[in-house]
């Protein structure tokens, strides 16, 4: 059973930081391409982050871009999320995804169940 | 970058009613397009992908249609655990992957 847990998520002041990990498991996790989407409280989808299974493509969000940092670790079956920077306007639940075929860039299969991150003094 | 659209913004609808949600997008994108239902406090889940292709274990009652600009889901017979917000989003110019602002369907 594919399985994706966020983790890492809590209050931190404006101008902080947070990592954010997703531990993998129940698929080959080095073969597929991940992603991070947010959704703020009582509003839609926002893809935040996407990295491709070797970690040779990686892009951003124009609102996140210069302070967030998308790695992973296929070794360790898990995708991170590095927060620098942090802005009242990334609080939101991060969800990361899994793109669901090998290589090609369709849709999102499965999602973690999400974690909060609040950026508040 | 690709702006979505969604029509309506909510609809209230009746148990076994036809539901149809409209997904445009500011210019083509072939049929790389998804469908996702998002029940609250839960994360999204996949429907149709490639515009038309239902993902594995999806009800067949749900069904997505359409290319270049113009998108559309429909609920042939509208259930209980149906009543969500769906997103569409779109793969096939990116960065950044769109989604749509949402379409919430609750109970007449």
């Known amino acids: 059973e594919v399985q994706l847990v966020e983790s890492g998520g809590g209050l931190v002041q404006p101008g902080g930081s947070l990592r954010l990990s997703c531990a993998a498991s129940g698929f080959t996790f080095s073969s597929y391409s991940m992603n991070w989407v947010r959704q703020a409280p009582g509003k839609g989808l926002e893809w935040v982050s996407y990295?491709?299974?070797?970690?040779?493509?990686?892009y951003y969000a124009d609102s996140v871009k210069g302070r967030f940092t998308i790695s992973r670790d296929n070794a360790k079956n898990s995708l991170y999320l590095q927060m620098n920077s942090l802005r009242a306007e990334d609080t939101a639940v991060y969800y990361c995804?899994?793109?669901?075929?090998?290589?090609?860039?369709?849709?999102?299969?499965?999602w973690g169940q999400g974690t909060l991150v609040t950026v508040s003094s | 970058d690709i702006q979505m659209t969604q029509s309506p913004s909510s609809v209230s609808a009746s148990v076994g009613d036809r539901v149809t949600i409209t997904c445009r997008a500011s210019q083509g994108i072939s049929s790389w397009l998804a469908w996702y239902q998002q029940k609250p406090g839960k994360a999204p889940k996949l429907l149709i992908y490639?515009?038309?292709s239902l993902q594995s274990g999806v009800p067949s009652r749900f069904s997505g249609s359409g290319s270049g600009t113009d998108f559309t889901l429909t609920i042939s017979s509208l259930q209980p655990e149906d009543f969500a917000t769906y997103y569409c989003?779109?793969?096939?110019?990116?960065?950044?992957?769109?989604f749509g602002p949402g379409t919430k369907v609750d109970i007449k």
């Open positions: 989003q779109q793969a096939n110019s990116f960065p950044p992957f769109t």
């Open positions: 490639a515009a038309s």
């Open positions: 990295i491709s299974s070797s970690s040779s493509t990686i």
């Open positions: 995804a899994r793109d669901m075929v090998q290589g090609v860039i369709m849709a999102f299969d499965y």
